[in-house]
């Protein structure tokens, strides 16, 4: 089984200050992380992905996020926030089964950017 | 730009139409999705298909009836829906693990439907 608990369903942070967007995920194998983004009316779009290696992971727009095995955390961050960061953020675990992919999303954290 | 094409991008039907959604990848996925979206929820899974088989049916009401005419094309027929119907509806393909996929999941922009 796997899930991914995010916390916070809704952040608010000043332009130009730290973006911290925290998920913890369980999963009985090694697991694939993602982070997604979804602006209004739109699809989800990969910010990035931890498959194997290295455990800082760089994505667009200036995010990163560690994979931490001993937390079980997969916290996403930016060091400074842009208006345009303003958005819904999901968290994700992927299983490979057979020919698909299982994935399991975070309830999603609303990210709100105060000018 | 999205390589996950969905059509159209707004839908208004009323309870007795009869729709269709439709979405299309040229990625050479063999592994494509459909989602329901709620507002303020995430993604809910609806179908998949798999080397154009269906794989997983998440119990889906029988008025929602997916097509895939090809390992391209994804089709979901609307018919006899209810206003609670009423969502975005997301397409989404990926590489399988078999071939290597590392579990993304490539979305489209997706379609609004609105069930009067």
């Known amino acids: 089984a796997q899930s991914v608990t995010q916390l916070g369903s809704h952040v608010s942070v000043s332009e130009g200050a730290l973006v911290l967007l925290r998920c913890n995920y369980s999963?009985?194998?090694?697991?694939?992380l993602f982070w997604y983004v979804q602006y209004p009316n739109q699809g989800l779009q990969l910010l990035l992905k931890?498959?194997?290696?290295?455990?800082l992971v760089k994505g667009i727009n200036g995010f990163e996020a560690e994979f931490k095995k001993s937390e079980t955390s997969f916290h996403l961050t930016k060091p400074s926030a842009h208006m345009s960061d303003a958005a819904e953020y999901f968290c994700a675990v992927s299983r490979g089964s057979g020919g698909y992919q299982k994935v399991t999303f975070g309830t999603g954290t609303k990210l709100q950017v105060i000018p | 730009d999205t390589e996950v094409t969905q059509t159209p991008k707004h839908l208004v039907m009323g309870m007795t139409n009869k729709k269709s959604l439709k979405c299309e990848q040229h990625m050479g996925h063999r592994a494509m999705y459909w989602y329901k979206q709620k507002a303020k929820k995430p993604p809910e899974l609806m179908f998949v298909y798999s080397y154009e088989k269906l794989s997983i049916n998440e119990s889906v009401p029988s008025r929602f009836s997916p097509e895939c005419p090809n390992s391209s094309l994804l089709n979901l027929h609307l018919h006899a829906l209810q206003p609670e119907d009423s969502a975005l509806y997301l397409c989404a393909s990926s590489q399988g693990p078999m071939a290597g996929g590392t579990g993304e999941l490539f979305f489209g922009e997706g379609s609004r439907l609105t069930v009067l």
């Open positions: 999963s009985s194998v090694p697991p694939y």
């Open positions: 931890y498959t194997t290696g290295a455990t």
